[in-house]
């Protein structure tokens, strides 16, 4: 009983961890980045300059994709939020 009570704790640290590094990582008050080949990724990287503005969206011109790889569950939550997924 003890041993789930602590890993519970240790999932729920996890899952504010990892919210908390989406909120580090994007801006997540910005317009939606979109790419030709992998359609809607989400909101903009703070500080990568390979995201172009192209007025209400951002086109990404990079091609390093992991950052939204890996917020993949979390960009799709802020897509549907902004109505494109």
Known sequence: MLAARY???ALSLM???????FFWCFDVISSPVRDNDHGWLGP???GDKHI???G???????T???SYRTFR???KIWL???RLE
Do not use: N, T
């Open 7 to 9: 890993l519970g704790y």
């Open 15 to 21: 899952s504010i961890l990892y919210v908390s590094a």
């Open 44 to 46: 903009v990287i703070r």
């Open 52 to 54: 172009k503005d192209l």
């Open 56 to 62: 209400k969206v951002y086109y990404y011109e990079g």
């Open 64 to 66: 390093d994709f992991s």
């Open 73 to 75: 569950p979390l960009c």
């Open 80 to 82: 549907k939020a902004h």
